[in-house]
């Protein structure tokens, strides 16, 4: 028995089973090693234990249960049981006795486990939204679930059981079969596939299907429809392209054409549509529309932003938005009534205005379309801002450059009317407008001639005028105004009404501006246009620009004019000056009048400033040439008399008239020249001068003519008036010289006469009274001395007569030499006294110095000193003489204290007509006295002194 026991432990331990037993009360008699592990325990610890004591836990759960079923009914019993202490799934097999339970047990744990992910696997399988297939090795389905039967069209049936090849291609088979291998090999866990797959029906449609091995070897795969995304990824595709289009789009038409296009193949749409807004007049359209299946065969119009309207909502909200059904929407007005469309699909383009796609389906768009058309309308805007930017910084550049090559031009062209021909031409080429203009502004302020211009009609460019004080006037308006003007809409225009010039020309828009400071404007340069346009910022400022470079360039034209005016009145002025001192040279060298008048004429015309010169006198009421050159016979079609029966004499006769110069600035202007205007134009002047030729009394008058408008200035006509001076001068001086060389043969015969008659004869008498000294009776003696001494002093003033006449008649030819002043100024005082014993001579000083004379000093200081004297009523005159010697001159002074001389007197005691000149008893007078300084090259003057009488001042030039 103890063989059989021992036996029967060594099975149960051998057993891959865990195994204990219990007697009766529940207790372990026994365990094997796999139950002692399995368990966790120490059977030598349990044996004899309480079952239910040792695993209290287990207690009242299914392990109980079953164990006291099995006792009562004494049938074994089986079953699995979770045990959580030890989170193990148990096997259980149970077989009773009368003596107790044999249980055999194993952890099934990992199996239990499999199948219940097996289960959850297959009801993940079963619910799963994308398909889930296997195949063998052979291709051939082995399981499918429901999501995949559904995706393909078939029946669980008609799948399982046949080859992969019934639902795709050879190709997308070979390439399964590939990354199969790559699965089998280990290389890979997973692998995807996209592929076409064809459906029961026939249909196609994109799939993805990832699969890897199954421990059996089979080949599970997942499968989803990807349809929708590749059709999104290919309207993806659909859009970069778009968007490079709209990228090398150079236009904002060739912009709306890409994004009208390509949303009608993108949504696969019939028509798509695209309302522009218009800042301008703030409506949106009427739109562009791409419509090749025409059922949008009907005409739209403009719609205004805002609730009313489909297009202006999308536009008003800035959101896209897609209308199922548009016949449900209150906005929406049906274009016609056979107007299919009914669903429609629409975007903001930024501020631009709005895209959209119509359907004559319902529902043909969904919320991914509009997100497609919100994504285009989007790249649209963008295109679009972009083309305006370029466009806009093109327009610049083409201003820029415009405003560069204008100024490059004005610094070559001196043609001011050719540059505004230009500056007019650009402007309306670079801004695209119908007309450009610039206008002049008169001197008075009043009224703006159209000088140049683009566009207008052909006779209204120079005579056409625009008012430049009229309220109704733009351009009035522009001249107050410190910017420039712009206009979008004349019609709708408040500030002004617009002149005729731009209504007769259907001018709806324009820009203009000043040229020129503001408060001293030139004119205006102006753009028109007859379409309603908008200038932007950038187009002013080129307009500004442009009429910047003009006014500049109108400021050098009037600088170079003034400049060259200038410069010409100073040439005119020279030449004047040039004629004036050679003339004054010139003149006094020729002997008649007819020489000088006819030098003065050529001299006039040979210069630049001048056409030509005359000279004209008054000859039985007429004016008639003396002298002329640079044109002949200059009056032979001319009737210039003083007496003008017209009362119209003309500025020549007035000048004769009248004695003052007679001046026209501007021959074709001045009312004064209406009657000589064609004579004018005939010999090319444009300014003449009628200058007097007077000293007293009018000789004639010198007429000059000049080219230059405005050519007599205030410093030439100085000028002229001196030239007309020293002409009268001369020809004053042509007669004096005549009645001075009358004067000089008269005084050469008196001398000849003196000397040969008179002198010799006194000659003759003092020889003969010397000869009877000592040969007469003592009665008659003292006569006879009387009478010698009377001779010798007419003999000695003879020889003096002779010598003053020599002075006067020889002029300045006589010779000077030096003269010891004081000796001779000593001597004649000395000699005064002498004769006035009653006076007293005074001498002051008497420096030792030579003064320029010749023999006649003593006698000039001897009419001085006897004059002091013999105009002096004092019983006893009293003389002063003193002498101051100076760098180059010496100044003798003989004061007396006489009566002096009044004021009104002091000139004529020096004149020839002088009484003194008369009375012998004064020796040769002060005119003598006079006129011999003035051949020493000296000057004597008169003036009162302290003392009450009269101060002659003497000054003598030193010998060099």
């Known amino acids: ?107 099934v744990t990992d199996r239990v486990e499999r199948e219940r992910d097996l289960e959850q696997y297959e009801r993940i399988f079963e619910t799963m939204d994308d398909g889930v297939y296997a195949v063998d090795e052979d291709g051939t389905f082995t399981l499918v679930n429901d999501a995949y039967t559904e995706l393909l069209g078939y029946d669980r049936g008609q799948l399982l059981g046949s080859h992969v090849s019934t639902v795709v291609d050879t190709d997308t088979a070979q390439q399964a079969a590939e990354l199969e291998a790559e699965l089998r090999a280990g290389t890979r866990e997973t692998a995807t596939l996209e592929a076409t797959i064809e459906r029961n029906d026939g249909t196609e449609i994109d799939a993805e299907a990832t699969f890897s091995m199954l421990p059996d070897g089979d ?72 419509d090749p299946s025409d059922i949008l065969d009907v005409e739209f119009y403009a719609v205004t932003p805002g609730e009313g309207s489909v297009t202006g909502l999308v536009f008003e909200t800035r959101e896209a938005r897609y209308f199922p059904d548009v016949r449900d929407v209150p906005q929406y007005e049906q274009p016609s009534e056979r107007s299919p469309v009914k669903s429609a699909v629409a975007a903001p383009v930024g501020d631009g205005g709005v895209l959209g796609a119509v359907a004559a389906d319902r529902a043909a768009f969904d919320d991914q379309m509009r997100q497609l058309v919100e994504v285009i309308a989007t790249n649209v805007a963008a295109a679009l801002d972009r083309v305006e930017d370029e466009q806009r910084l093109r327009k610049r550049i083409v201003q820029q450059e415009g405003v560069t090559e204008f100024g490059k031009l004005v610094l070559t062209n001196h043609d001011i009317d050719q540059l505004m021909a230009d500056a007019a031409r650009l402007v309306a080429e670079t801004l695209d407008t119908d007309y450009c203009k610039v206008l002049d502004l008169d001197e008075a302020g009043e009224q703006l001639l159209l000088r140049q211009g683009v566009g207008w009609d052909e006779d209204v460019v120079g005579s056409g005028t625009v008012s430049a004080i009229d309220d109704g006037s733009q351009a009035a308006h522009t001249l107050a105004s410190d910017e420039p003007i712009v206009v979008s809409d004349l019609d709708a225009e408040t500030r002004f009404s617009g002149p005729d010039l731009l209504r007769d020309h259907d001018v709806t828009s324009g820009v203009s501006t000043i040229v020129g400071p503001v408060d001293d404007p030139w004119g205006i340069l102006g753009a028109h246009d007859t379409d309603e346009k908008v200038f932007s910022e950038y187009d002013v400022n080129f307009v500004q620009s442009v009429a910047n470079i003009l006014a500049a360039a109108i400021e050098r034209h009037q600088d170079e004019v003034e400049l060259r005016d200038r410069r010409d009145r100073l040439a005119a002025l020279n030449d004047i000056n040039s004629l004036v001192h050679s003339l004054a040279e010139s003149m006094f060298g020729l002997s008649s009048k007819d020489e000088i008048q006819q030098l003065v004429c050529d001299r006039l015309a040979a210069s630049d400033s001048f056409e030509f010169a005359w000279v004209g006198s008054v000859d039985g009421g007429d004016v008639v040439v003396d002298a002329e050159a640079g044109v002949e016979d200059y009056l032979d079609d001319l009737d210039l008399a003083i007496d003008d029966s017209t009362g119209d004499p003309g500025p020549t006769a007035v000048a004769h008239e009248t004695g003052d110069m007679q001046v026209v600035q501007d021959v074709t202007t001045d009312p004064r020249y209406e009657h000589w205007r064609e004579h004018a134009e005939t010999h090319g002047y444009r300014a003449s001068a009628s200058i007097p030729i007077a000293d007293g009394e009018i000789h004639g008058t010198l007429n000059v003519y000049s080219g230059r408008v405005s050519a007599f200035d205030d410093e030439e006509r100085d000028a ?37 008659n008179m002198l010799n004869s006194l000659n003759v008498v003092n020889a003969r ?150 009375d012998p008893g004064s020796g040769f007078g002060l005119y003598l006295v006079s006129e011999i300084m003035s051949s020493y090259g000296g000057d004597i003057t008169v003036e009162d002194n302290d003392r009450g009488g009269a101060t002659f001042r003497l000054t003598f030039e030193r010998p060099d």
């Not at 003989?894 to 020096?910: C, E, H, L, S």
């Open 1 to 107: 028995m103890t063989n059989v026991h021992a036996t029967a432990t060594e099975v149960l331990e051998r057993i891959d089973d865990a195994f204990f037993a219990l007697d009766e009360q529940w207790r372990f008699t026994y365990l094997n090693e796999q139950a002692e592990d399995l368990l966790n325990v120490d059977r030598q610890h349990v044996l004899g234990e309480n079952v239910w004591e040792a695993f209290e836990p287990a207690a009242g759960t299914t392990f109980q249960e079953e164990y006291e079923r099995a006792m009562e009914t004494q049938e074994p019993v089986s079953f699995e049981e979770y045990y959580a202490p030890l989170s193990i799934w148990v096997e259980v097999t149970a077989y009773p006795s009368e003596t107790g339970l044999s249980v055999y047990f194993r952890d």
């Open 219 to 290: 080949r599970v795969g997942v499968v989803r429809d990807i349809s929708e995304r590749k059709q999104f990824e290919r309207r993806l595709v659909e859009l970069h392209e778009i968007s490079r289009n709209l990228v090398r789009a150079e236009s904002s038409e060739e912009v709306v054409d890409i994004a009208t296009d390509a949303l009608r193949e993108v949504l696969d749409a019939p028509a798509s549509l695209y309302f522009g807004y218009d800042e301008a007049r703030d409506v949106l359209g009427p739109p562009v529309v791409d």
């Open 720 to 756: 002229l008036r001196r030239l007309g001076s020293i002409l009268a001068y001369a020809l004053s001086s042509v007669e004096r010289d005549r009645e001075l060389q009358r004067e000089r043969n008269r005084l050469e015969f008196m001398n000849r006469l003196l000397r040969h």
């Open 769 to 918: 009274l010397d000869l009877l000294d000592g040969r007469v009776d003592y009665e008659v003696h003292d006569d006879l001395a009387v009478a010698t001494d009377r001779t010798q002093e007419m003999i000695d003033f003879v020889q003096t007569v002779r010598k003053v006449t020599n002075v006067i008649g020889r002029g300045g030819e006589q010779e000077l030499e030096p003269r010891p002043l004081d000796d001779v100024l000593e001597s004649r005082v000395v000699g005064a006294q002498r004769t006035y014993s009653d006076a007293e001579y005074h001498l002051e000083s008497l420096p030792s110095v030579d003064v320029a004379a010749d023999e006649l000093l003593g006698e000039l200081l001897d009419n001085i000193l006897l004059n002091a004297v013999q105009h002096n009523p004092d019983p006893n005159p009293q003389i002063w003489i003193d002498a101051t010697v100076g760098d180059t001159c010496v100044e003798v002074t003989v004061a007396d204290n006489g009566p002096g001389i009044p004021d009104d007197q002091k000139a004529a005691a020096f004149d020839r007509n002088s009484r003194d000149f008369h």
